[in-house]
């Protein structure tokens, strides 16, 4: 049957600290990673990308970082604030054959307190 | 206004009866995907499109059935077969690169399909 309710990992934090969500992913010949967010009752929002020739990425208050030795993605979003609390999914692809498929964590609920 | 519109955003049906969800974008985008989230989890991959008039199966494409006669367009009918219809069903699009240049997929709003 379908599970019910949230058992989601959680993250608090104050508003102006930075957060790290991270994601270990499974599969070794994925090749592209990307993070979303997502508000309740919304669609995801694509937050950042990372290929695998990198191991680090930033953008406006975000830094991704791959580490594909022990194939583990993280998120860095500095200064957090109150319109970041959401989930946050990554999210990987493995290229090839499966070019297009994404394959999405479980997803991480982001609380930020003012 | 550029984007993927899913409509409606709720909608309730009777078991055993077919229905049909819309997915509309105008982003000149080839690629279009179906995806469906249940509570607590991530969002899994239904039925895909690189280009009009093929498609290919997800991961759980049992008990759905997709189209793609125009580009803009990639409705998905949830069947009488699917045994667990209820949940929120996320439309996407993206450019169609290839493995050495993968594109971002955008998301539509969602609709919430209940089925009773």
């Known amino acids: 049957g379908e599970s019910v309710g949230l058992h989601l990992p959680t993250l608090s934090v104050q508003e102006g600290d930075n957060s790290i969500i991270n994601c270990a992913y499974s599969n070794s010949a994925s090749d592209y990673f990307i993070w ?9 929002q694509f937050i950042i990308d990372i290929r695998s020739n990198m191991d680090k990425r930033q953008g406006q208050r975000v830094t991704v970082l791959l580490n594909k030795t022990v194939k583990h993605l993280s998120l860095q979003i500095a200064a957090t604030q109150p319109g970041d609390s959401a989930v946050y ?3 990987e692809e493995a290229g090839g054959t499966s070019y297009g498929k994404l394959t999405f964590g479980q997803g991480t609920i982001l609380t930020v307190h003012p | 206004d550029g984007g993927i519109t899913q409509s409606p955003k709720y909608l309730f049906r ?3 009866q077919n229905v049909t969800l819309s997915c509309e974008q105008n982003l000149n985008h080839d690629a279009m995907y179906w995806y469906r989230q249940d509570p607590g989890q991530g969002l899994r991959l239904i039925y895909y499109s690189q280009i009009v008039n093929d498609f290919q199966k997800g991961d759980i494409a049992e008990g759905y059935s997709v189209s793609r006669e125009k580009k803009e367009s990639f409705p998905l009918t949830v069947t009488s077969a699917q045994k667990n219809p209820t ?4 439309c996407a699009s993206s450019m169609t690169g290839n493995s050495e240049i993968p594109y971002e997929q955008y998301f539509g709003p969602g609709t919430r399909l209940t089925v009773t």
């Open chain 1, 89 to 91: 999914f990554c999210a």
């Open chain 1, 36 to 44: 979303y967010k997502q508000e309740s009752g919304k669609g995801p």
């Open chain 2, 14 to 16: 009777k078991e055993g």
């Open chain 2, 87 to 90: 949940a929120f069903y996320l």
